[in-house]
């Protein structure tokens, strides 16, 4: 029996059939559509309609994984980056499109935890923070081997970790979160305000290549999100006494660029001794992490 999977951003939707070792045997994605809210449900339910067809007719759980905020009691989701579905009924949709099979709800973050530590880098870890570096910065928690979802579902949203109390205003209505600092605009955005010439067009993924290059603007760019980064991690690491950071997304492609002033920074911030131990990587599983951690998700469920 296969486990369908959905993994729901405010670029793209995607749906994935997954067995029961975790290997990932059917996969489709689609841009995430404008309009209003049946416009995004619409697509998403055609990818819904062609796993089954896929699986037969027959799975035996959904796991769905979707931006957040979440709210696991009224199964709704509220992405900040897809605004046209605010307080969507996600589980009770999904739910209606796939009678008496069991739905499981969780963030994308978590879901991305929970794959990279079933199949991916944090495979024999069992306390374990899962990153997702891009356009903005997400995270899950894996705690003694099980999803943490916390009383609402939203636990592990590293990217608001307060970092700089009297830092930039948050797209969350914070002020200074990590996401302010380390997501792959942001570094951009203050990259261009300290001098980075480049073409409006250009991204983190130029940012990156010009750093590699040694263009000092981008250095320094990417030491202040990865300072910012870590300072998060150690927090979240002290609370949870976590023996594994996995770090994904596009700007955590980015490599050494990235990783080595994080490695530098960390050492900073993780003075005590429980802390010193801890391992930082990057994910291996890319953009299937959600769709496979989603599985996982639902199987621990039935």
């Not at 449900?41 to 979440?70: C, E, N």
């Not at 969507?88 to 739905?103: C, H, I, K, M, Y």
């Amino acid at each position: 029996m296969l486990t369908l999977t959905l993994d729901i951003g405010g670029t793209k939707l995607a749906a994935g059939l997954v067995d029961g070792d975790g290997g990932l045997v059917h996969h489709t994605h689609a841009a995430t559509p404008g309009g209003d809210a049946e416009a995004v449900w619409t697509v998403l339910a055609g990818l819904i309609d062609d796993a089954l067809t896929r699986a037969g007719g027959r799975v035996r759980a959904v796991g769905v994984g979707s931006a957040g905020p979440i709210d696991l009691t009224a199964g709704t989701v509220s992405p900040i980056n897809l605004t046209a579905w605010s307080r969507f009924p996600l589980t009770e949709r999904v739910s209606a499109a796939l009678p008496g099979v069991p739905v499981r709800l969780g963030g994308d973050g978590l879901c991305m935890a929970m794959g990279e530590q079933w199949r991916g880098a944090g495979r024999g870890a069992r306390f374990v923070l899962g990153i997702v570096v891009s356009t903005g910065v997400g995270g899950g928690l894996v705690l003694d081997g099980m999803p943490y979802q916390g009383r609402t579902g939203n636990a592990g949203h590293v990217g608001h970790v307060v970092v700089d109390p009297r830092g930039v205003a948050c797209s969350c209505g914070g002020r200074g979160c990590v996401e302010t600092m380390a997501a792959g605009p942001a570094m951009v955005r203050w990259a261009r305000a300290n001098g980075w010439n480049a073409p409006p067009a250009a991204d983190a993924e130029n940012l990156a290549a010009a750093a590699a290059a040694g263009v000092p603007v981008a250095v320094r760019a990417y030491r202040r999100g990865a300072d910012a980064l870590a300072a998060a991690i150690a927090s979240v690491a002290a609370v949870c006494d976590l023996d594994l950071v996995v770090i994904g997304g596009g700007v955590a492609r980015s490599g050494p660029v990235l990783f080595d002033p994080l490695a530098e920074a960390l050492t900073t911030y993780t003075g005590l001794s429980f802390l010193r131990g801890l391992r930082v990587v990057p994910a291996r599983l890319g953009a299937t992490a959600g769709l496979i951690g989603a599985a996982r998700l639902a199987i621990s469920a039935c």
